[in-house]
Each structure stands twice: as structure tokens, then as C-alpha cells.
């Protein structure tokens, strides 16, 4: 959480420097910088969900006896 808040104070000031870059989008386009985030905060969650259930399959005695 707190690197995306850096993150988007930094896109923020470096935007004007990039706004040449992309084509259709302002420098502070709100969907831009609302969107990312949300995409990022997604794809963050599926990766952490998927091994995370997989992990609750496992029966914790098993690892420690070996069962």
C-alpha cells in the first residue's frame, strides 16, 4: 500500500516527462492512474490466492511426521 502511494506521487511528477510517449492518454488521465493500480492490485491478489489455496489442502501433520 505504501509503495503504490510513492509510486503514484512519483507518476504523477514524471508524467509530463512521459506524456509524449502514449499516444491518447493525458498527463494525469484519473482512469490511467486509477486502472493501473486496481490492475496491478488484481494480478498482486491471484498470485498470492492461487499458491494460498493450495496451501490449505496440505495437512500440517504430515509435514512434521512425515505422513
Request: proline fraction near 7%.
Amino acid at each position: 500500500m505504501f509503495g503504490s502511494a510513492i509510486g503514484l506521487g512519483i507518476g504523477f511528477l514524471l508524467s509530463r516527462l512521459t506524456a509524449s510517449l502514449v499516444v491518447g492518454v493525458g498527463p494525469n488521465d484519473p482512469v490511467t492512474f486509477i486502472g493501473v493500480p486496481l490492475v496491478l492490485l488484481a494480478t498482486a491478489l491471484v498470485a498470492n490466492l492461487i499458491p494460498a489455496l493450495r496451501a490449505t489442502r496440505i495437512d500440517p501433520i504430515s509435514l512434521v511426521f512425515g505422513g
